[in-house]
T-cell receptor, first 116, second 110 residues
Framework: GAVVSQHPSWVICKSGTSVKIECRSLDFQATTMFWYRQFPKQSLMLMATSNEGSKATYEQGVEKDKFLINHASLTLSTLTVTSAHPEDSSFYIC????????????FGDGTRLSIL | QKEVEQNSGPLSVPEGAIASLNCTYSDRVSQSFFWYRQYSGKSPELIMSIYSNGDKEDGRFTAQLNKASQYVSLLIRDSQPSDSATYLCAGRGGNEKLTFGTGTRLTIIP
């Protein structure tokens, strides 16, 4: 099946730091990538949809200037959490679909971000 | 009404029994449905997908969809301790976005 490499898997940094998370598709071209955030004991919340070569579409309530998404190629999408604060500590997961409504989405391994 | 609703549990089932997980959905996410399993600290992994009325079986797992009642379920037969996880129900409407329920935490008791 399709393989996506997400890294880093775990990062701890100080408040005010910017953190970049990468998702790289290894054996297919990912036209669309989804970025989710999951707080402890909560479900996945879609943050934004990233389309190759165009601006990302953000969900309501997600600050586009804080969560920068770049999908400059068909194999790489990045999420940068700028000036991170403790409330941004969460599990961030990239996901991609198979392009049709009846096909599932698959998930990267996730990045656990802890801001001190 | 939330677009996808699940009982958060926890649901405890003896080993070897059938675990039944349920999910209801709204009209906006009514085209296809997916069950994901998520172990603590890990990302979700796909268990089953279903988009036609009726049952779909894959090994110990059976997904059931009832569009008239807007209800989708997942049955796990011969439950094993390794089935202990949070199970996420997700639905999709006319676009590509998935909408997730809050998840049901399942514990299989040895």
């Amino acid at each position: 099946g399709a393989v996506v490499s997400q890294h880093p898997s775990w990062v701890i940094c100080k408040s005010g730091t910017s953190v970049k998370i990468e998702c790289r598709s290894l054996d297919f071209q990912a036209t669309t990538m989804f970025w989710y955030r999951q707080f402890p004991k909560q479900s996945l919340m879609l943050m934004a949809t990233s389309n190759e070569g165009s601006k990302a579409t953000y969900e309501q309530g997600v600050e586009k200037d804080k969560f920068l998404i770049n999908h400059a190629s068909l194999t790489l999408s990045t999420l940068t959490v700028t000036s991170a604060h403790p409330e941004d500590s969460s599990f961030y997961i990239c996901s991609w679909g198979e392009g049709q409504v009846n096909q599932p989405q698959h998930f990267g391994d996730g990045t656990r971000l802890s801001i001190l | 009404q939330k677009e996808v609703e699940q009982n958060s549990g926890p649901l405890s089932v003896p080993e070897g029994a059938i675990a039944s997980l349920n999910c209801t959905y709204s009209d906006r996410v009514s085209q296809s449905f997916f069950w994901y399993r998520q172990y603590s600290g890990k990302s979700p992994e796909l268990i089953m997908s279903i988009y036609s009325n009726g049952d779909k079986e894959d090994g110990r797992f059976t997904a059931q969809l009832n569009k008239a009642s807007q209800y989708v379920s997942l049955l796990i037969r011969d439950s094993q301790p390794s089935d202990s996880a949070t199970y996420l129900c997700a639905g999709r409407g006319g676009n590509e976005k998935l909408t997730f329920g809050t998840g049901t935490r399942l514990t299989i008791i040895p």
